[in-house]
């Protein structure tokens, strides 16, 4: 089944970077490796865990991908700058040996770090797949996304998804809706999640390019 997710937030701002958009299929990824106890220390240059998805597979110039588009922002926009403090963990102090400690400059100083926020009414993505168990997953599990929740930013108030006649989750009107497999692409990323692991990567569109599959 073809559908589309809005996710509706707050209206506080979200951290969202558009040369680094998340994609819906890496949120259900890191729940679902959560959920199935599959959680460790990968690093970038090792092989990521396989886990299936609620969602259709389809292979595009010779690679395997998930029927998932990256959120974008729709409706009204704009962008606000914050701060917030960078501060010397107090838990370390004891690695000091009785050094004098300046919070001005050095290893030690306390800075103000900036970050923009994105503030609109909803995020939207389009997927192929099991649209209740899709649905289901991220009513359960996701109560924000972006970077910074923790800090308040990125709250989903309500999420809707709502069934399409047309899959758009991966070109629509002509215009790639995730990476794509593109030899002239400028990009280098993998066609599957976690997309910041480095194995298997290969160049890729960005978001918004014309694309023919």
């Known amino acids: 089944?073809?559908?589309?997710?809005?996710?509706?937030?707050?209206?506080?701002?979200?951290?969202?970077?558009?040369?680094?958009?998340?994609?819906?299929?890496?949120?259900?990824?890191?729940?679902?490796?959560?959920?199935?106890?599959?959680?460790?220390?990968?690093?970038?240059?090792?092989?990521?865990?396989?886990?299936?998805?609620?969602l259709m597979q389809s292979i595009v110039k010779g690679r395997k991908m998930w029927n998932a588009s990256?959120?974008?922002?729709?409706?009204?926009?704009?962008?606000?700058?914050?701060?917030?403090?960078?501060?010397?963990?107090?838990?370390?102090?004891?690695?000091?040996y009785g050094t004098s400690v300046n919070l001005q400059n050095g290893v030690?100083?306390?800075?103000?770090?900036?970050?923009?926020?994105?503030?609109?009414p909803s995020l939207v993505a389009y997927a192929s797949g099991n649209r209740k168990e899709v649905k289901r997953t991220l009513l359960k599990h996701l109560n924000g996304i972006g970077k910074y929740r923790s800090k308040g930013h990125g709250r989903i108030t309500s999420i809707e998804c709502d069934e399409t006649h047309e899959n758009c989750s991966l070109v629509k009107d002509g215009k790639a809706m995730r990476w794509l497999p593109d030899e002239k692409g400028l990009r280098k990323v993998r066609t599957k999640p976690p997309y910041w692991n480095m194995v298997d990567r290969i160049k890729c569109c960005e978001v918004g390019d014309s694309y023919e599959k």
């Open 1 to 54: 089944m073809n559908f589309r997710i809005i996710f509706r937030t707050d209206g506080r701002g979200l951290y969202y970077d558009p040369y680094n958009p998340i994609h819906l299929d890496d949120i259900l990824h890191a729940i679902f490796i959560r959920l199935h106890g599959m959680t460790r220390d990968l690093q970038r240059d090792e092989s990521p865990d396989t886990i299936g998805l609620p």
């Open 70 to 96: 990256a959120l974008a922002p729709e409706c009204q926009q704009f962008e606000s700058l914050h701060f917030f403090r960078k501060k010397y963990p107090l838990d370390r102090l004891d690695l000091t």
């Open 108 to 120: 030690y100083r306390e800075y103000n770090v900036p970050y923009p926020l994105l503030h609109c």
